[in-house]
Structures are given as C-alpha cells and as structure tokens.
C-alpha cells in the first residue's frame, strides 16, 4: 500500500510515500541513493545487506518499508557522518578485512550490531554471529581478526 | 577463445534463428566467450609509455591498465610496480582501470596473470618514462644524466643540491615524445616498494560503502530490466504473455527477439512485474543429471590430445611390480560471487556506454558492439569494481542484455541478476573424469604413469614427477571447442581451471601408491622429484607444519598434496578431523607454502593464499552443481554451500624467498590443492579413499562404511 512512511536514516528524519510492501534494500539504494547496502541473495541468505534497525542487525532485503516505521536505520553510509572512519571502519581498513569488497558493508553493519550488544566477543561468539554472512573471496580470517582489534581498540568499537 | 572465434559464433548464432521464433542456443551463444585455455605468447599491448602513464601538473602520477580489480589487490600491486620503476611514492599513483575508452588494449583478467605477464609491460614503460624523465632533466639542470638520481618523483644532482627538479614540472601535463631503446627495468636488490606490503588503494572506499559497483552507478531516468528465462537449459519458448505486467504500475515490456524484459524505474517494482509475466517453454533437453554426467562426458569428449609423453607404456607396465588403476570424479562447480552479474548501459547518438561486472571490458567491448552492429570503437566500457569474478564473469551476457534493452528503450538500462539468474547462467568449472593407471616398479619407484583426464583441461595436467615411461592425454576441457551437447550448460574458468582436478587426480593417485609401498607421503613424493623448487616448497610446508614421517593411514589426519602452476610452485599440507559417525569433515589447519619467483606484495600474496585455501574448503567438501535434465537445481544459497566463518582452519602461508626468479601468479595456485589435501588427510584419518569431489559427509561415511 502506497503510504507515507517515516523513519530516521543515519541520525535523521526521512519521510517517504511508497509502497511499504517494497523491501527496504531497494528502498535505500534506488529512492534514497544509499548504494552502499549491497544486493547478493534477495532471501536473507547472504548478509551483504545487512543494516541495523534499533542497533538490531536486519536484512534489508527481508524487510519490508513498514517495519521500520517510526525507528532508527543505519546504513554503512551513517557510521561514520563526520568523515572520521568508525573503530570497525578502520580495524578492516587497516587489516585489509577485504577483498571484492562487496560484503564489506554487510560484515561491518553485522560485527557494529554485535559489539554494541557484546562489546568484548570471543573469537566463538564472532563466528556464531557472523556464520550467516557469506563471503566468496575468503576473508574471513582478516575479518575475524578486525573485529577482535575494534573490540580491543574501543568500549566496544561504538562510539 | 579469440575475438574471432566470438564474431564467428555470433554469426552462426544467427544464421541459426534468424526468421525462426525464439531460441536459447547455448552452444553458438557469442556471450559464452571465455578465458583462451593456452594464453597468447605476445600480447599486442601498446608500447608507447604514454598509453600507461601521464604524470600530472600536480605531480600525481595516473596509470591506465586494462586489468580490472576483482579483489585480488592488483590495483595496488600494479601502482607498486608503477612507483618503484619511475621512482614516485606510492600514494601519488593513481589507478584507472577497466575503461576501454582510456585504457590501452588488454585481453583480460584472468589466469593469474596480472603480475606475470602484464607486469613486465608496465615497469618497461615506467622504467621507460623514468630514463626520458632524467634525460629530460639533465638538459634542463645542465648535469649529465648518469649523474643524476630520480626519486620521490624528483630528479636531482649529489653533487649540488641546487639542481633539483620534480617530475611535475619537466613534463607540466603533456605528452612526452621522447622515446629510449631497451631501458632495463630496475634490480630486484634495488627494489624500495616492490616486495613489501603496502596499503590497499580501495581500502578506504570498500569500508565506507563508497566503491562504485556496476549496479551501483546511478545515471538518471534509469530503468531496471528483468528479463524472461528459461526453467532450464535447452527448453525453448513457446508462448509469452505480458499483459498482466501492466498490472504494477509504470512497467514497460520490451522485447527484442529472444530477450523478453519487463522495466520498471525501481527494480523491486520491475520483479513484481515480472512475476505477472506467463510464459511457457518447451523442454528438449536430455535426461542427464548430476549422477549420469560422467559417464555422458567420458562418451562423448572429443579425441583426446597427448600433451606430455616419454618412454613407453608397454616398457613401464611391464617393470611394474604393482599396477593402480583409479577413476576420479568431481562435479560441476559454480563461481557464485556475491556480486551477481550487473550492468547499467546507455545507448545513444549511435554509441554505447556500458558499465559492467566483468573481468575482460574488451572483450565485452567487442561483444557489445556485435549485439548492437556497432564498431567497437563506438562502445565504452567501463568496468567499476567488481564483487568477485573467480573466472564466471568472464563473458558478460548481462552487458549485451543491458545494452539490447536500453537501445530499446531509449533510456539507460540496468540488468542485475538475481541469484537463481546467477546460478543459471553460470559458466561452471566442467565436471571432470580423470582415469589413472600407474605402476610401482620392484625397487619402490613410480615406473608407469598413464594419465587420461576427460572435460578438465590439460592444464598443469602432465605430472611433474619422475616418471621413465610416461603419458598424459587431455580429452576436453573449459574453453571451448567441446562437442555440441557434451555440456548440458555453459562451462568456463573457475579459479585455477584445470588445475583443482588435474591435482585431486594426480597427488590422489601419489598417495594411494605411497600407502601401498609402506613409505611416508611426503618421503615418497620428495624420491621422485628432483625440480629444486618442488623440493624446497615442499620442505618448507614440513617444517612449519611439523610433518612427522608415518605411513598412512596413521590416523592422524594429516595429508600433503604439491603442485605447479603457470610458473608458481604450491606445497599444501592439512590436518583434518573426521567425525567418523557422520562423515563430516572439519579441516583444522592448512599450511601452504608458495615459489611465486619476485613477490611484489607480500601481505597481499598472503591474502590470495588465505582465501584461495577458504574457497578451496568448498569444493572439497561441498560444492557440487545438482542438476536434471537441463535445470539447474539451486536457486539460491540455501541448496548450493560454500565456506562460511564456522569452516575456517588455522592458515598459515609460506612465501620462498626467489628474487631471482620473475615473479609468477599468486591468486590462483594456493587453491589447487585443496581438493587433494583434505582427500589424503581424510584417508589418513579414516583410512578411507575418496575419489569424488566433493567429500560431503555422506560420501566419506559410504566411504569409511566400504572400508
């Protein structure tokens, strides 16, 4: 049902009048622009995109435009608004936790979500978490090494 | 394949449908152009410096290569061999990459061959541009050019600190004109930032979501396509009907012969359309699934090719005290990148942009402009970066598809597969069958080895060892040339192609004849070899991981396996855990060490090892394609499994020093032997043999079950 709808994107009020069926993912990428938030499996199967909603890690693609009515979105775009990269940012940055670089964001947004809950994971509660997010070129290791070293670096990687 | 190999298909293709209704013609499909199996020996790329480089009024340096970055880290190890020939720092070399119209000619990613082979290219033109640089400033500081020194992008005079001038200044934005004969590229001992690790130049983009994919270039009135398929390969349309796509509001149909697509402006909006899209096809295909494959390849592979031989046979069988013969299978396997295949064209004035996922923007060129009947030189394609390519995004059916649609349309258009498309049009790594007779000769040595491998490849197919009577024949392999029908579905390059089951075969094969000659594997390995470098990757992988001498099966779980190629030396050795209830196997720990001659980025070979041994988990133990009658069984990754974080073994990498030695791939060789790895840990764990690809817990608890 075409409908407005609004939510808070990266700190501020967005108010939209589309479908809120439509997923969320197209939602972001096509009618706000926020290409960061990637497509790889449209069934919740591959985590790349992956964003929070009220600090919880979703699938945008699972999730339709009305359930995020009234709450809080982050992309990958509004972790770090004021240009200074996020501790995770920079511990995958620095590590280079990356390859193709196309789940990157997915496993950043996921691993914020987790730290904010569990700011001091085990390398288990790491891979528990993340087991879900798939990446083809084989990152894995650097990936679970950035997380632990933004854990280390900070209350928790947050800010 | 050959550019002509393409416009010859292409034309076939169409003298084929041409006034006949719809086809999907896979055989003669012009989009199914692939990595050439045997690599041109002289490329013609340009050798004028200029097409590489222009070095700015700002002093930044920009270097233009037709290579595209698919993760692998070339967009940095590329500017490392940039700024060391021509003597600038590393962080005032910009890349761009992958843009046919500024760009100089190349044929492709693919074949670890960035470094290899294109690397002489590109320091020969920096270390070109860098002695006309110091000739240029000896006129202007009045010194003699031997006496000069160039670094940090300055040339500059010892013996008077007055004489100084920076690269920026000599050239001030223009071209150079000046040219010098055979100007030798810099001593590896000389080298300051070849060969040691140096910051990723997409880092910064990938983690702040701001690297541009295809599907992420947002030209305006864009229009997202999705197209009608198939339910399987070889079914044919038979009718289509599109009237209730009206029913989601501003969809459009367009149709071009055999491409049928709905858009729309948002993509989510154009699949609800397309899901109001009836459509019915007839399936022609034959009943050949992902059981009966093999014995359909073995029959109808075309005549096998002798690529190695030496002695004879009938002489080796009959020195042979024991004789072993073993057929080894694997399945076919799919790239699966997360990225699936996306493009964004616009088509207008009679000529075409296109930006696409794909590993060879110049053959996509080409590929575009046939589909179009344009010139190529009328076509640009730009290629951002890609999600992952292993080998699948090689031809680029998705850019031909965007580029119909948008001429079509009159608008941009973009064609972004969803998975089950991805899936379906894969070019998957062939299903294979490799038959090995081999004997052990009284005194323990290998003195028969006769080697056929149907549908693989004949890469790195001839063994290495020491062998006196000896033959290897490839019958078939992934790049073309196959009969009609061999392949129910289009097969290609995977990581390594060839190479993952020409190794599983062979050092299978070595370990089975070691256990039944009583002697350690890696002891027997090292008694037939005598290529130093083998010797000594081998010997490095032991003594990191701790190789204890033993007979298999010790019950350790501990295998080796060792392989070649295109110029690296690979040694792989695991240990597993077998949970012998189940048949679930849990590689615990890889060591695996490399001879890749000059390593250019040491912590990036170190990455390509580390995730080349991650992917290589998959089709191990549990990538396999199912498949029946021509339709592909896995719509998603629900059904098709590849390594997830909870599979991950303690990795360690070995990289030999070799400095003498040009430097050779990296990206492909660590996955080679994974396959064989885990197979020879599992026998030396359980006891059991598997000759099939992958080793999925059913298989290895039949296995163990057989004894």
């Known amino acids: 049902m075409v409908r407005p709808i609004s939510f808070t994107l990266n700190g501020r009020p967005v108010q939209l009048s589309v479908d809120d069926e439509r997923m969320l993912l197209w939602v972001l990428r096509y009618d706000l622009g926020l290409t960061g938030t990637k497509y790889g499996c449209g069934a919740a199967l591959c985590g790349a995109c992956t964003v929070l909603v009220d600090d919880e890690a979703v699938r945008s693609c699972a999730t339709p435009l009305k359930d995020v009515a009234g709450r809080r979105v982050l992309t990958i775009e509004g972790l770090s608004p004021d240009g200074e990269l996020h501790p995770l940012q920079r511990a995958f940055h620095d590590g280079h936790a990356f390859q193709c670089g196309y789940c990157t964001s997915g496993m950043i947004m996921s691993a914020?979500?987790?730290?904010?809950?569990?700011?001091?994971?085990?390398?288990?509660?790491?891979?528990?978490?993340?087991?879900?997010?798939?990446?083809?070129?084989?990152?894995?290791?650097?990936?679970?090494?950035?997380?632990?070293?933004a854990a280390k670096s900070g209350p928790g990687g947050a800010r | 394949m050959s550019p002509a190999r393409v416009v010859l298909g292409r034309r076939r293709f169409l003298a084929l449908t041409a006034g006949s209704g719809l086809f999907i013609l896979f055989r003669f499909d012009p989009l199914a152009a692939q990595e050439p199996a045997h690599p041109p020996g002289r490329p013609s790329y340009p050798t004028d410096f200029n097409a590489y480089l222009k070095i700015g009024g700002d002093g930044r340096t920009t270097c233009f290569v037709g290579k595209v970055?698919?993760?692998?880290?070339?967009?940095?190890?590329?500017?490392?061999?940039?700024?060391?020939?021509?003597?600038?720092?590393?962080?005032?070399?910009?890349?761009?990459?992958?843009?046919?119209?500024?760009?100089?000619?190349?044929?492709?990613?693919?074949?670890?061959?960035?470094?290899?082979?294109?690397?002489?290219?590109?320091?020969?033109?920096?270390?070109?541009a860098r002695a006309v640089l110091v000739a240029l400033a000896a006129e202007r500081l009045g010194a003699p050019a031997a006496r000069l020194v160039a670094e940090g992008g300055s040339v500059r005079d010892p013996e008077d600190p007055a004489k100084r001038v920076t690269y920026a200044r000599l050239v001030e934005g223009r071209r150079i004109e000046r040219h010098l004969e055979k100007v030798p590229a810099?001593?590896?001992?000389?080298?300051?930032?070849?060969?040691?690790?140096?910051?990723?130049?997409?880092?910064?983009?990938?983690?702040?979501?701001?690297?541009?994919?295809?599907?992420?270039?947002?030209?305006?009135?864009?229009?997202?396509?999705?197209?009608?398929?198939?339910?399987?390969?070889?079914?044919?349309?038979?009718?289509?009907?599109?009237?209730?796509?009206?029913?989601?509001?501003?969809?459009?149909?367009?149709?071009?012969g055999d491409l049928i697509a709905v858009v729309h402006e948002r993509p989510d909006l154009a699949d609800r359309a397309l899901a109001r899209v009836t459509a019915r096809f007839e399936r022609g295909a034959p009943a050949l699934d992902d059981e009966n494959i093999f014995d359909h390849l073995v029959a109808t592979a075309p005549p096998g090719e002798t690529v190695g031989e030496s002695g004879s046979l009938d002489e080796g069988a009959k020195l042979a005290a024991t004789t072993f013969e073993h057929t080894y299978l694997n399945g076919y396997v799919a790239h699966a990148p997360v990225e699936t295949h996306s493009a964004v064209a616009k088509v207008e004035g009679g000529k075409a942009t296109v930006w696409a996922s794909t590993q060879a923007p110049f053959m996509v060129?080409?590929?575009?402009?046939?589909?179009?009947?344009?010139?190529?030189?009328?076509?640009?394609?730009?290629?951002?970066y890609v999600g992952g390519g292993f080998g699948g995004k090689t031809g680029a059916r998705q850019a031909v598809e965007a580029a119909r649609l948008a001429r079509l349309a009159g608008r941009p258009v973009q064609v972004v597969w969803d998975r089950a498309e991805e899936f379906f049009y894969d070019t998957f790594r062939p299903a294979a069958v490799v038959k090995i007779r081999s004997g052990l000769g009284a005194d323990g040595k290998i003195c028969l080895w006769d080697y056929k491998v149907y549908a693989a490849g004949d890469r790195e197919a001839k063994a290495f060892y020491d062998v006196p009577h000896q033959r290897t024949v490839a019958a078939g392999g992934w790049g073309g040339g196959n009969p009609p029908g061999m392949h129910p579905f289009g097969v290609g390059p995977w990581r390594a192609p060839s190479v993952n089951t020409n190794t599983f075969a062979r050092e299978s094969q070595i370990d089975i004849m070691a256990a039944e000659a009583g002697v350690d594997p890696l002891e027997f390995r090292l008694r037939h070899l005598s290529d130093p470098r083998m010797r000594r990757v081998l010997q490095a992988a032991a003594e990191r991981f701790g190789w204890r001498s033993g007979r298999a099966p010790s019950g350790r779980g501990m295998g080796v396996a060792c392989a070649t190629y295109m110029g690296t030396y690979v040694a792989t050795m695991a240990e597993v855990a077998v949970d012998k209830a189940s048949g679930r196997v849990?590689?615990?720990?890889?060591?695996?060490?490399?001879?890749?001659?000059?390593?250019?980025?040491?912590?990036?070979?170190?990455?390509?090892?580390?995730?080349?041994?991650?992917?290589?988990?998959?089709?191990?133990?549990?990538?396999?394609?199912?498949?029946?009658?021509?339709?592909?069984?896995?719509?998603?990754?629900?059904?098709?499994?590849?390594?997830?974080?909870?599979?991950?073994?303690?990795?360690?990498?070995?990289?030999?020093?070799?400095?003498?030695?040009?430097?050779?791939?990296?990206?492909?060789?660590?996955?080679v032997c994974m396959g064989a790895v885990v197979a020879n840990a599992v026998h030396d764990a359980t006891g059991a043999r598997l000759l099939r690809l992958p080793m999925t817990a059913e298989r290895v608890k039949g296995a163990i079950a057989k004894g």
């Open chain 1, 112 to 149: 914020h979500a987790l730290l904010l809950r569990n700011p001091h994971p085990t390398r288990a509660q790491i891979v528990e978490h993340l087991d879900d997010h798939l990446c083809r070129c084989g990152s894995h290791v650097r990936i679970l090494e950035a997380i632990e070293s």
């Open chain 2, 69 to 128: 970055e698919l993760g692998q880290g070339s967009k940095t190890a590329l500017a490392q061999l940039v700024a060391e020939e021509l003597d600038v720092p590393l962080d005032t070399v910009d890349m761009v990459m992958g843009d046919t119209e500024l760009c100089p000619w190349d044929m492709g990613t693919f074949g670890s061959l960035t470094i290899r082979q294109f690397g002489p290219v590109l320091r020969g033109a920096a270390a070109e």
């Open chain 2, 186 to 256: 810099k001593a590896v001992t000389a080298y300051r930032v070849v060969g040691r690790p140096a910051p990723r130049k997409d880092a910064l983009e990938k983690v702040t979501g701001k690297a541009r994919y295809a599907a992420d270039q947002a030209l305006p009135d864009t229009l997202h396509a999705r197209i009608v398929r198939p339910p399987a390969h070889g079914a044919t349309l038979k009718d289509v009907d599109t009237s209730r796509a009206a029913e989601v509001a501003g969809t459009r149909v367009i149709r071009d």
């Open chain 2, 365 to 384: 060129r080409n590929q575009v402009a046939e589909a179009l009947g344009l010139a190529p030189k009328d076509v640009r394609v730009i290629t951002p």
């Open chain 2, 586 to 671: 849990r590689v615990g720990r890889v060591v695996c060490a490399q001879d890749m001659g000059v390593v250019v980025n040491p912590d990036g070979a170190r990455q390509q090892t580390e995730g080349a041994v991650t992917m290589g988990l998959g089709y191990a133990l549990s990538e396999e394609v199912r498949f029946r009658s021509g339709e592909v069984l896995h719509r998603n990754y629900d059904s098709y499994e590849i390594p997830r974080f909870s599979w991950l073994p303690r990795i360690e990498t070995i990289l030999i020093e070799n400095p003498t030695t040009p430097a050779s791939g990296c990206g492909e060789p660590p996955i």
